[in-house]
Nanobody
Framework: VQLVESGGGLVQAGDSRRLSCIATARSFNIYTVAWFRQAPGKGREFLAASRYGTSATYYSDSVKGRFTISRDNAKNTVYLQMDSLQPEDTAVYYC???????????????????WGQGTQVTVSS
């Protein structure tokens, strides 16, 4: 499975941005898909996930209410809508996936098998 992110770029504080991630997968709906990010000098941080099957969504406290994850299984695509962006949101954003991922592990990096190359989002103040 290959994942390709797009939509990153330079934005102003307070702006919105939508990231997209297209997957090459025969049965996209069996994958829990998620977004992580990595800021300079920091580890990878979980942001949001969309569960396989039900498409139930999960968010980290740091982005809940500002970011929205959604998926279109017919297009093999997952989105991350980011609103009210702040300079501390500056990071490389990655999409990732794992088939039939247990619900206990949706926010755990090491349980995801497939990763995109990342897309840079820079928020200026």
């Amino acid at each position: 499975v290959q994942l390709v992110e797009s939509g990153g770029g330079l934005v102003q504080a307070g702006d919105s941005r939508r990231l997209s991630c297209i997957a090459t997968a025969r049965s996209f709906n069996i994958y829990t898909v998620a977004w992580f990010r990595q800021a300079p000098g920091k580890g990878r941080e979980f942001l949001a996930a969309s569960r396989y099957g039900t498409s139930a969504t999960y968010y980290s406290d740091s982005v809940k209410g500002r970011f929205t994850i959604s998926r279109d299984n017919a297009k093999n695509t997952v989105y991350l809508q980011m609103d009210s962006l702040q300079p501390e949101d500056t990071a490389v954003y990655y999409c990732t996936g794992a088939s039939f991922l247990h619900d206990d592990y949706y926010n755990t990096e090491r349980y995801y098998n497939f990763w995109g190359q990342g897309t840079q989002v820079t928020v200026s103040s």
